[in-house]
């Protein structure tokens, strides 16, 4: 079944470290691709989006993301995590331009000070 | 240019009460969009629909849910007899054409069944 599945359902980074969560897609061709944040209680910010050209994208707060199709894959990276980062991470496919968008079921970031 | 706005922020009804949950798209925006979020998951779609129109509501529940977006005021997703498992999220996203990958989302509301 087409599914957009992010296997980390929990992530606990310190401070000041890498983070990298992961996102993968079973749609073929390439669809669009998005990373949503939602802080407790909040809403849905994007991140960032992919629809074609340069496979790394730039996003908000320093994210960036990198699509690669020979992996389905559209992993979430960021150099160093601030305690501000804590929320949960949502990546997202609408897998062609008529479709619907389809959301994984989300990692929730955990920050150690 | 205000973002989608949605309110109640947060609504408390008793089993068998009605909930109605509002959503004001962006201005210029005249598709709106309505998704469930439950706890522990991503949001789920429930519903799509344009001015007077609804266009897909294949993931709305069959039976007490109802969704419409008149030609002037906001849109409005109406429970009806509410029950404990639709305590949950509930976010509108509108977008100013028919693509969904062009939408912005709204703060949400958040529903508590008692």
């Known amino acids: 079944a087409q599914s957009v599945t992010q296997p980390d359902i929990h992530i606990t980074v310190s401070e000041g470290a890498s983070l990298e969560l992961r996102c993968n897609y079973s749609?073929?061709?390439?669809?669009?691709l998005f990373w949503y944040v939602q802080s407790p209680g909040q809403g849905l910010q994007l991140l960032l989006k992919y629809f074609s050209g340069d496979t790394l994208v730039q996003g908000i707060k320093g994210f960036e993301a990198e699509f690669k199709r020979s992996q389905s894959s559209f992993n979430l990276r960021k150099p160093s995590v601030h305690w501000s980062d804590a929320a949960e991470y949502f990546c997202a496919v609408v897998p062609n331009r008529d479709d619907k968008i389809i959301f994984g079921k989300g990692t929730r970031l955990h920050i150690l000070p | 240019n205000a973002g989608v706005m949605q309110n109640p922020r947060h609504l408390v009804r008793r089993r068998g009460q009605e909930a109605r949950l509002r959503c004001s798209p962006m201005?210029?925006?005249?598709?709106v969009y309505w998704y469930r979020q439950l706890p522990e998951e991503g949001l789920k779609f429930m519903v799509y629909?344009?001015?007077?129109?609804?266009?897909?509501e294949s993931g709305m529940p069959k039976e007490r849910f109802s969704a419409e977006f008149p030609k002037e005021g906001p849109s409005i997703l109406r429970i009806q007899q509410v029950v404990r498992g639709d305590s949950a999220a509930y976010f509108c996203a509108s977008s100013p054409g028919q693509f969904s990958y062009e939408q912005y989302f709204g703060p949400g509301t958040r529903l508590t069944v008692t």
């Open positions: 749609y073929g061709a390439t669809p669009y």
């Open positions: 201005k210029g925006h005249s598709h």
């Open positions: 629909l344009q001015k007077e129109n609804i266009i897909d």
